[in-house]
């Protein structure tokens, strides 16, 4: 049975760092096939794709939040962290972990239930 | 505004069939990259709902599809049913941003 849970605060001030888990459980972080993204929506908005990390640890970012984001794995604790550097209230989002089967193309087959996060002072 | 366009509503009577368009562009769904579609019922995650433009997971009922032409892609739903009532969004991969996934601005359907 493969699922994702996400972790983390849910509360940060202006200009700190966000660090979010994700902890699967069901697929190994090693598998060729597999990678896992990380996902948000704003209250009321669109998802919008954050970033990426595949088997191989190669990594790819939204172009628009690449200078603040920062993913990685540690594959023995089945773990993926996210960091968000300088958060802003506009940042207030739920954040979602989901496995990608098979590449760029392939769906995310399994999300999280997703965190939600709340930028305020 | 999103990178795929979709219409913010569309509506119908139970029984009935909808479509949802996704609207891209040559660097994603016109460059040959797959879309999959998503069902985010209210206060959920979304779901997996549509992969590979026009395959269904295991335990997604036939009354779901998909398709893809050019640089669009629809997903229809038939025999509309009320549970049936939530967002649903499309994704592709674009070539043209370095490498990005990208998603669709969503769909609410209302069941009448």
């Known amino acids: 049975q493969v699922t994702l849970k996400e972790s983390g605060p849910v509360l940060v001030k202006p200009t700190e760092t966000l660090t979010l888990t994700c902890t699967v459980s069901?697929?190994?972080?090693?598998?060729?096939?597999?990678?896992v993204s990380w996902i948000r929506q704003p209250p009321g908005k669109a998802l919008e794709w954050l970033a990426h990390i595949f088997s191989n640890d190669e990594k790819s970012y939204s172009t628009s939040l690449k200078s603040r984001l920062t993913i990685s794995k540690d594959t023995s604790k089945s773990q993926v962290v996210l960091t968000m550097t300088n958060m802003d209230p506009v940042d207030t989002a739920t954040y979602y972990c989901a496995r990608t089967l098979g590449g760029i193309v392939g769906a995310k087959d399994y999300w999280g239930q997703g965190t939600l996060v709340t930028v305020s002072s | 505004q999103s990178v795929l366009t979709q219409p913010p509503s569309v509506s119908g009577a139970p029984g009935q069939r909808v479509t949802i368009s996704c609207t891209g562009s040559?660097?994603?769904?016109?460059?040959?990259?797959?879309v999959h579609w998503y069902q985010q019922l209210p206060g959920t995650a979304p779901k997996l709902l549509i992969y590979g433009n026009s395959n269904r997971p295991s335990g997604v009922p036939d009354r779901f599809s998909g398709s893809k032409s050019g640089t669009s892609a629809s997903l229809a739903i038939t025999g509309l049913q009320a549970e049936d009532e939530a967002d649903y969004y499309c994704?592709?991969?674009?070539?043209?941003?370095?490498?990005?996934?990208?998603f669709g601005g969503g769909t609410k359907l209302t069941v009448l």
């Open positions: 994704q592709s991969y674009d070539s043209s941003l370095s490498g990005n996934w990208v």
């Open positions: 040559s660097s994603n769904i016109g460059a040959g990259y797959d």
């Open positions: 069901g697929f190994s972080l090693s598998n060729a096939r597999m990678g």
